[in-house]
């Protein structure tokens, strides 16, 4: 069964910065894409930024220039480093990580969901 465990959420101050990890466990094959998504009070959920297998990356245009998307593949973790916060960027977090299960299959699997919280 596999799992993803999210932390690093929290509360700062505009112009600050935060870090989120989400962690994966479990019995898998491999790992294809990972990337975090948000969800602000009265708003959709929206992309923010992913990671390919291969280390390509894709950004939200508001956090080009602000956010980091990176990976370690030997932990199975992806971050999300967050610089020059702004209130606009309060929003429930979560990750999400394309699996390969071990019967070949594929599936996404999301973290709980971690608060970021900009005070301004």
């Known amino acids: 069964q596999v799992q993803l465990v999210e932390s690093g959420g929290g509360l700062v101050q505009a112009g600050g910065s935060l870090r989120l990890s989400c962690a994966a466990s479990g019995s898998f094959r491999g790992i294809n894409s990972m990337g975090w998504n948000r969800q602000a009070p009265g708003k959709e959920r929206e992309l923010v930024a992913r990671i390919a297998s291969g280390g390509n990356t894709d950004y939200a245009d508001s956090v080009k220039g602000r956010f980091t998307i990176s990976r370690d593949n030997a932990k199975n973790t992806v971050y999300l480093q967050m610089n020059s916060l702004k209130p606009e960027d309060t929003a429930v977090y979560y990750c999400?990580?394309?699996?390969?299960?071990?019967?070949?299959?594929?599936?996404?699997?999301w973290g709980q969901g971690t608060q970021v919280t900009v005070s301004s």
């Open positions: 999400y990580q394309n699996f390969v299960l071990m019967d070949g299959t594929g599936r996404f699997y």
